[in-house]
């Protein structure tokens, strides 16, 4: 079964930047991808980024341009640099996996706050 701790969150002034982290442990050969979603208060939880174990992308178009997610499989992580930060950045951010049998995980969650 796989586990996942994020770390990274902070809060950071608009125009700054933030790198989350997320390590995966526990049945890490069956996930198929990986990636980071958010959850601001009184809204959804919505996708920023995914990486699939080939290292394909996907970007919600908000963040595209602003943020990169990357992968490393050597260290069974995923990284997400997030870049010139607006105060709508500001949510929960949770990483991500899905394994090849279907099941998802979630990591706890990392606050990021945009705000001056």
């Known amino acids: 079964q796989v586990q996942l701790v994020e770390s990274g969150g902070g809060l950071v002034q608009p125009g700054g930047s933030l790198r989350l982290s997320c390590a995966a442990s526990g049945g890490i050969d069956s996930i198929l991808r990986m990636g980071w979603y958010r959850q601001a208060p009184g809204k959804g939880r919505e996708l920023v980024a995914l990486?699939?174990?080939?290292?394909?992308?996907n970007y919600a178009d908000s963040v595209k341009g602003r943020f990169t997610i990357s992968r490393d499989n050597a260290k069974n992580s995923v990284d997400l640099q997030m870049n010139s930060l607006k105060p709508e950045d500001t949510a929960v951010y949770y990483c991500?996996?899905?394994?090849?049998?279907?099941?998802?995980?979630w990591g706890q969650g990392t606050q990021v706050t945009i705000s001056s």
């Open positions: 990486v699939w174990n080939r290292g394909s992308t």
């Open positions: 991500y996996s899905l394994a090849a049998h279907g099941s998802v995980t």
